[in-house]
């Protein structure tokens, strides 16, 4: 238990669906990320938020869309998404904007597939 | 290009002792970290190194060589529950966070 939960941890969608993740964490941190982890490949930073503004959009399609209406939830909102965007996706969190310096609390990833 | 390159699997024996190799090239450097991930479930925090030398902590030790560019943990006394993908990250010198792609560990009785 890291203190960091993401529903749901599996989904499966269609090319047109609209679906959203969700993460929610309990640690009293005011930064929180998305990552996505495909096989073999390095993490990749999606969305950074700091005290519910987004800080950082690492040239994220815009199929994917975040949201974050306070410190404690984010959202991905998903939309006509592709096969290659199957992968895991990680929401992580940390006591304030410190990506680099300090440690990530990871959630445990919705494991999404797209047909 | 900045990258981070680490095994892509080990196999190592229950009770025995593995290293697993990190080697670095980025636009600066602030610090390293390990994080260790089970299957399905989260990374979770194991180490962060700044300053050249070793870190202990319980059977878990990183050691850092910011001269080479290089990082490795060293896993003492294994046991099959460290069977886990171990992942390296570096901080550049933007505070960015760039992620091997990690290295999967298989411990054998």
Known sequence: ETGVTQTPRHLVMGMTNKKSLKCEQHLGHNAMYWYKQSAKKPLELMFVYNFKEQTENNSVPSRFSPECPNSSHLFLHLHTLQPEDSALYLCASSPEREVGTGELFFGEGSRLTVL | ?109
């Open chain 2, 1 to 109: 290009g900045q990258n981070i390159d680490q095994p892509t699997e080990m196999t190592a024996t229950e009770g025995a002792i593995v290293q697993i190799n990190c080697t670095y090239q980025t636009s600066g450097f602030n610090g390293l970290f390990w994080y260790q991930q089970h299957a399905g479930e989260a990374p979770t925090f194991l180490s962060y190194n700044v300053l050249d030398g070793l870190e202990e902590k319980g059977r878990f030790s990183s050691f850092l060589s910011r001269s080479k560019g290089y990082s490795y943990l060293l896993l003492k006394e294994l046991q099959m529950k460290d069977s886990a993908s171990y992942l390296c990250a570096v901080t550049n010198s933007n505070y960015q966070l760039i992620w091997g792609a990690g290295t999967k560990l298989i411990i054998k009785p």
